[in-house]
């Protein structure tokens, strides 16, 4: 096991929704491995020669809650459609022109009578902060990169670099994060236990490397909050419970 590299993140607000919930957003009381895996890939990630896929991802190793849970009732407005990849990459060769997506106005500017936005009730958190630790798993044939990855994301880190702004669950709830070395003070740890049950792992298999087309594989594990601390079992450990693409 490697030294884990520790960032501090906080913000404002956040939501890492419930999987289970389709309709209104709930957020768990804490984030996510997910969550706080895109905010470590905001930071750096670097992909492969081929481009295809990453040289490496985050394995998130504990999660320490500075902050004790706050909820706030919110009501958001969400467009309905998204466009889609191919249409992207379009815009981005210079093949056609990018297309709005409307979220609201007149039948004629919208296609039809609908509106292009839905009002949902979230129950998101508020004045988050968290130490979440990581350490890079190199994937086959990158292994000797490992100490240069961690050099440039402690570079990177220190000066509050990324390559778009970390969010906390949802766009619109940026995170802001500082590097944390050995000899930094610390914040203490918000005195929580809780009983979490099971929680959203990943939504992708990190199991093999990956790329932004990858089909999502949902995984979960039981999370427990002991004294501010929430351990993160490795993704191929049998505490992750993973789809099996059966059934």
């Known amino acids: 096991m490697r030294k884990a590299q520790v960032i501090e993140v906080w913000g404002d607000y956040a939501c890492f929704t419930r999987p289970e919930l389709k309709v209104e957003r709930f957020s768990y009381p804490v984030i996510t491995p997910s969550a706080a895996r895109g905010v470590f890939d905001a930071i750096y990630c670097k992909p492969s020669h081929d481009g295809k896929s990453a040289e490496f991802r985050w394995q ?54 609908q509106a292009g936005r839905t009002q949902r009730q979230t129950m998101a958190l508020r004045n988050v902060h968290y130490r979440l630790h990581a350490v890079p798993r190199m994937w086959s044939g990158h292994e000797h990169n490992v100490n240069a990855v961690e050099a440039q994301f402690r570079r990177r880190a220190s000066a509050g670099k990324c390559f ?84």
């Open 164 to 247: 778009y702004q970390p969010y906390l669950g949802c766009r619109e709830f940026p995170a802001y994060f500082e590097l944390k070395s050995d000899d930094a003070p610390l914040c203490p740890r918000a005195m929580v236990n809780m009983d979490i049950g099971l929680m959203l792992y990943d939504v992708f298999d990190l199991s093999r490397p990956g790329s932004s087309t990858s089909e999502p594989a949902v995984s979960l594990f039981h999370a427990t909050v002991i004294n501010g601390l929430m351990i993160v079992p490795e993704y191929d450990s049998n505490e992750v419970l993973r789809c099996t693409g059966e059934g």
């Open 60 to 113: 998130i190793t504990q999660i320490e809650i500075l902050s004790p849970p706050s909820y706030i009732a919110l009501r958001r407005n969400e467009v309905k459609n998204k466009a889609s990849v191919a249409s992207i990459q379009k815009w981005m060769a210079g093949r056609s022109e990018p297309a709005p997506l409307m979220a609201d106005g007149t039948p004629e500017e919208l296609g039809t009578d």
